[in-house]
């Protein structure tokens, strides 16, 4: 049931949460989260079974609107009618998150803080990220001299007026990736990303494990191999997009890089190799061949 709130939302923010079977660990999440942003939109991607339990002990707080999708439309999709549908209730303020995003104590008044400090040009603050399962701090992407080049989509606030000026989501990507070319995007619009050091959110990367090469530590994170095709084919279409602040040949290179270096650690340290494999040459060929959108089932 749409609750529309009848006061005035100009300094009060909105959280859409997108859903895809959420676990138990869900209702902590929210209840953890009503206790800093003024509404809940929650976008479910077709759950079905015991997680419409899940969803529906969610709701029961007026706080929270559910948005139900009768299948999976991909997180790019679900983010836009959630973005959209706190838009229409009046809110300027909105924040972004994965059902498995934990806020930390302060974190959301932290982010909203740093638009106080006259810089025109940030469209969206994020905090840092940590892996609740190793405690250890999840890679942040900067330049050499420190700018933020992209964030995570999960524990993203921005103003309601940057939708306007850059667009939303790009619902072609499905999954994976849509945080980076949206970043990609207001980057490009001449905005800025800044990621501030004392909010913290927990958060989950696949699963993440750790195994060691040549006496040195290294992480994976185990994604299916559903998800290595979209991460693969994402991140290869969206070099033939305007890049911001960077030459074409410097990101393709970066991102080459990282995904040799990923498929090195398919290869070395995950399970079902021959299965991702064949996901991640899809992949490849997808992405030049233009084929976008969803083509795996998750």
């Not at 750790?210 to 979209?230: C, D, I």
Request: net charge positive; charged share 25%; with cysteine.
């Amino acid at each position: 049931m749409d609750r529309r709130p009848t006061t005035d939302q100009s300094e009060k923010i909105c959280a859409v949460v997108v859903t895809f079977r959420p676990s138990a660990a869900l209702g902590t999440n929210l209840s953890l989260l009503a206790e800093q942003v003024d509404h809940i939109v929650i976008v479910d991607n077709g759950s079905q079974g015991p997680s419409l339990e899940i969803l529906r002990s969610a709701v029961s707080s007026p706080k929270t609107t559910l948005l139900p999708n009768s299948a999976n439309e991909g997180i790019a999709k679900a983010l836009n009618q959630g973005l959209q549908h706190g838009l229409g209730l009046g809110y300027q303020w909105l924040i972004t998150f994965d059902q498995d995003s934990t806020v930390t104590p302060g974190m959301i008044s932290r982010l909203l803080h740093c638009f106080a400090g006259g810089d025109q040009r940030i469209a969206v603050a994020a905090p840092c990220y940590v892996d609740r399962n190793l405690g250890t701090r999840l890679g942040e992407d900067r330049e050499a001299g420190g700018e933020v080049r992209t964030v995570l989509t999960s524990g993203m606030l921005t103003p309601g007026w940057i939708f306007s000026q850059v667009g939303f989501m790009d619902e072609r990507l499905f999954i994976d990736s849509v945080d980076l070319e949206f970043c990609h995007r207001v980057r490009t619009h001449g905005y800025r990303i800044v990621q501030i050091e004392d909010a913290r959110l927990l958060h989950t990367l696949g699963r993440l494990t750790k195994f060691r090469l040549l006496g040195r530590e290294f992480e994976v994170t185990n994604h299916s191999a559903a998800r290595k095709y979209y991460q693969t084919r994402n991140r290869l279409w969206t070099l033939g997009l305007p890049q911001a602040h960077t030459s074409w040949w410097k990101q393709a290179a970066r991102e080459f890089k990282g995904m040799t270096w990923d498929f090195a650690k398919v290869l070395m340290a995950e399970e079902d190799k021959w299965n991702k494999t064949r996901r991640i040459f899809l992949g490849v060929w997808h992405a030049f061949s233009g084929r976008m959108g969803k083509r795996v089932e998750l």
